[in-house]
């Protein structure tokens, strides 16, 4: 081997090991840090956005309730199931990925309910406030410091996100004895439930939704107050 062709193998080496290095740089400055994000809104219904952190509150629930049926599968490897994929022609999806859906659509149902049900002047007893911070206390105090850190939820969030969720089912029960469900054959609550047919065919195409899709693509469901050490 001539000297010139040792240089030319040298500097190949030099540049590929500079190209790792460089790649390598900008992977870790351009990682996505959830807890970066927490202000930043990520849906908004009609007039009302919600951040992050705000959203917390879905992705924690959510979260608690797939990561259930994640041990059952595979106590071993609970993200099998997060992992799943179940073929259904056009809605073909990934576990993980119906869940997120699940998420999104239990808020918009809850803040498109909440906001009609403020419009119609309906508001919570006191006896229901009262149940609301029972239960915020209770899901605050159940939540690790790792997940409390992670989404950025306080007890006041929850509270708040809990007696959205109540006056939006006061709302929700009130509206299922005025509407006529003919041709709809699951139960009244499926339907006007966030998933529910009445709701993505009827009631949600009334409303202006918009969803800051760069943000919710870093949002890895199954890994953020779960399967995350």
């Known amino acids: 081997m001539s000297g010139n062709e040792k240089k030319i193998i040298i500097i190949l080496i030099i540049t590929s090991i500079i190209a790792?290095?460089?790649?390598?740089?900008?992977?870790?400055?351009t990682v996505f840090k959830y807890e970066d994000h927490l202000d930043e809104v990520i849906i908004s219904v009609d007039d009302n956005s919600?951040?992050?952190?705000?959203?917390?509150?879905?992705?924690y629930t959510t979260e608690e309730?797939?990561?259930?049926?994640?041990?059952?599968?595979?106590?071993?490897?609970?993200?099998?199931?997060w992992n799943t994929h179940f073929s259904a022609g056009l809605d073909s999806q990934f576990v993980s990925?119906?869940?997120?859906?699940?998420?999104?659509?239990?808020?918009?149902?809850?803040?498109?309910?909440?906001?009609?049900?403020q419009k119609a002047g309906m508001a919570l007893s006191s006896s229901?406030?009262?149940?609301?911070?029972?239960?915020?206390?209770e899901m605050y105090q159940k939540m690790s410091p790792l997940q409390l850190k992670k989404t950025g939820l306080n007890e006041s969030l929850i509270y708040?996100?809990?007696?959205?969720?109540?006056?939006?089912?006061?709302?929700?029960?009130?509206?299922?004895?005025?509407i006529d469900f003919s041709g709809y054959e699951d139960d009244l609550g499926s339907l006007l439930s966030g998933d529910g047919d009445y709701f993505?065919?009827?009631?949600?195409?009334?409303?202006?939704?918009?969803?800051?899709?760069?943000?919710?693509?870093?949002?890895?469901?199954?890994?953020?107050?779960?399967?995350?050490?």
């Open 20 to 29: 790792i290095i460089g790649a390598q740089i900008y992977k870790t400055a």
């Open 50 to 59: 919600l951040t992050l952190r705000e959203f917390g509150y879905y992705i």
């Open 65 to 81: 309730f797939v990561q259930k049926q994640a041990v059952l599968y595979d106590p071993e490897d609970p993200l099998h199931w």
């Open 97 to 117: 990925e119906l869940a997120m859906k699940t998420a999104i659509n239990t808020y918009l149902s809850h803040a498109i309910y909440y906001a009609e049900a």
């Open 128 to 137: 229901e406030e009262e149940a609301a911070q029972s239960e915020a206390d």
């Open 160 to 178: 708040f996100a809990l007696c959205r969720k109540k006056l939006a089912s006061k709302y929700a029960e009130d509206l299922a004895t005025n």
């Open 200 to 229: 993505q065919h009827v009631i949600l195409p009334q409303h202006n939704v918009v969803i800051n899709e760069k943000l919710m693509k870093n949002i890895k469901i199954g890994r953020i107050t779960v399967n995350n050490t």
